[in-house]
Nanobody
Framework: QVQLVESGGGLVQPGGSLRLSCAAS????????IGWFRQAPGKEREGVSC????????YYAASVKGRFTISRDNAKNTVYLQMIGLKPDDTAVYYC???????????????????WGQGTQVTVSS
């Protein structure tokens, strides 16, 4: 069964850090482009970051660039999202998803992704 499972969310104070994990089962993550998305209450789901298959190019939303880092560990079949300097505006449910084909102008488009995880809650609050 093809499945993505996110973990690592939690409650953190402003300025704190978290590392989210996206573990795949039933398929090899390295063959796919992997995106991280988030959805805050009352808001639309938005693209946060993406790492491509092959050369591992990375893309980031302007709001997280310089604070978030996406990476992959092929041996563990897992993609990570390291988040530092967290702000209350980063509070959301974070999802990872797979896409067969994305590029610099399409990585943040939800319809490019097909398999989604169940999400992990990140809350930034004092």
């Amino acid at each position: 069964q093809v499945q993505l499972v996110e973990s690592g969310g939690g409650l953190v104070q402003p300025g704190g850090s978290l590392r989210l994990s996206c573990a795949a089962s039933g398929f090899t993550l390295d063959y796919y482009n992997i995106g991280w998305f988030r959805q805050a209450p009352g808001k639309e789901r938005e693209g946060v970051s993406c790492i491509t298959s092959g050369d591992g190019s990375t893309y980031y939303a302007a709001s997280v660039k310089g604070r978030f880092t996406i990476s992959r560990d092929n041996a563990k079949n897992t993609v990570y999202l390291q988040m530092i300097g967290l702000k209350p505006d980063d509070t959301a449910v974070y999802y990872c998803a797979t896409a067969a084909f994305v590029g610099g102008s399409s990585w943040y488009l939800l319809h490019m992704y097909d398999v989604w995880g169940q999400g992990t809650q990140v809350t930034v609050s004092s």
